[in-house]
């Protein structure tokens, strides 16, 4: 049975990340982003205390837990106003693809710097031209001798820039049908042919996201993960804690918003009471949080089953997950910035930049119309439009 309440374990987590997020909070963030650097400060002392790896296993120094504690720890580390979004890409997906597809080699050389902190990699799936159809990947990998060549383009590929590598979704062809089929490589930053460029993002991000360009880019056969032929299993594998995180991503924006609205509702005073004694004002808000309290319900249920082995109703739940924090966070949001009125457009209370990062997720990494495409057909049976 899928839990409704969580173990004193998850609570003692939640505690602990909680009292961590509130030392650096929304004010230390906005610092780093001002001055276009890293929280290094926070992913540190994230990683000393073992949370960066809480979903990887012992043997590697990770906590040996699953999606369901790393998600604890990204939506508390957004509830105090600093998630870190490369949690999501470095231990999430590309941690549990080489954790549980990874050979024997890349497990030893990736996995215990991903958990201690010390190593970062990010993911590249997303194309100019394939958008949310993963099946229109047009990066190829082909073969040269024992070598892989790759070639073709990705977009909006986060952190790069302080990734030790990237993990490529390519296609390569199958010997036996001809067909192309997905494969995952391991590519180190400064592997020649491998170029990065940055986009010019309006949203204000530590993380910065980056078009890449592989040129004939020549890699060892050990840079395959693991094997050749269970490419999609292995690709679906990284995008359902993907899904997943992302929720907690949102989930954790969506309650930092509120807390924010709640606490100048309390205080905020026109005629001779609070407005948060307004039904106008208190509705909103009670609604809000019970969205995203629905929402934490459905990634608490798509965590357990991913964690349990179950990748099928994991999908299922993981979009579903994605979709409902999506669209309670940019509810939470906007209802916090109206809750403010003026105040909430200002930097002081760092409402307004939420209005845009709300909507990315909304957006990323796949849009709420391809995961209400993704329920009509697997979920209801309904016929293809495509």
């Known amino acids: ?83 870190l979004l490369m949690l999501v890409v470095s231990p999430a997906i590309c941690g549990t693809v080489i954790a549980r597809f990874g050979t024997a080699e890349q497990k030893r050389q990736w996995l215990p710097g991903l958990a201690d902190g010390t190593r970062t990699m990010a993911f590249g ?16 990998a082909r073969r040269d001798g024992t070598d892989w060549v790759l070639s073709g383009r990705k977009v909006f590929i986060s952190g790069v820039d302080i990734a030790d590598a990237t993990l490529i979704v ?34 204000s991000s530590a ?52 807390s924010r609205a709640v606490e ?3 205080d905020r005073t026109v005629w001779k009471q609070p407005i948060g004694a307004h039904q106008a004002i208190a509705h909103p808000l009670a609604q809000a949080h019970i969205d995203l309290e629905l ?3 459905m990634m608490q249920k798509a965590a357990f089953l991913y964690d349990s082995g179950d990748d099928i109703a994991a999908g299922e739940a993981a979009n579903m997950a994605k979709y409902a924090a999506g669209e309670a966070c940019v509810r939470a949001v906007d209802q916090a910035v109206h809750t403010l009125g003026g105040n909430g457009l200002t930097r002081e209370f760092g409402l ?24 009509s057909h697997q979920s209801l049976g309904l016929p293809k439009s495509y």
């Open 125 to 140: 799936i997303t194309e100019p031209d394939a958008g949310s159809n993963s099946h229109r990947i047009t990066t190829t």
């Open 170 to 203: 390519g296609r390569a062809e199958d010997a036996r049908t001809g067909k192309l089929k997905p494969c995952l490589f391991v590519v180190p930053r400064e592997t020649p042919g491998f170029e990065r460029r940055p986009i010019d993002m309006e949203l």
């Open 295 to 297: 929402a934490r319900l």
């Open 352 to 375: 307004a930049s939420l209005i845009t990062a709300a909507r990315v997720s909304r957006i990323a990494p796949v849009s709420r119309e391809m995961v209400l495409n993704y329920v």
């Open 1 to 83: 049975m899928t839990p409704v309440a969580e173990t004193e374990e998850h609570k003692a987590l939640r505690s602990a990340v909680s009292a961590l997020g509130k030392r650096y909070g929304r004010g230390y963030l906005a610092t780093v982003v001002a001055e276009g650097r890293h929280p290094t400060e926070l992913w540190a002392e994230a990683a000393k205390l073992g949370y960066l790896g809480v979903n990887l296993p012992e043997e590697y120094g990770g906590g040996g837990g699953g999606i369901a504690e790393l998600s604890i720890v990204l939506e508390e580390l957004g509830a105090a106003g600093c998630p």
């Open 264 to 266: 100048y509702a309390r």
């Open 207 to 258: 993380e910065k996201q980056f078009e890449l360009t592989l040129d004939e880019v020549r890699l060892p056969a050990d840079a395959l993960v693991g094997d050749e032929d269970a490419g999609l299993l292995q690709l679906f594998a990284g995008l359902n804690p993907e899904r997943v995180m992302t929720a907690a991503f949102a989930i954790g924006m969506g309650r930092y918003a509120i």
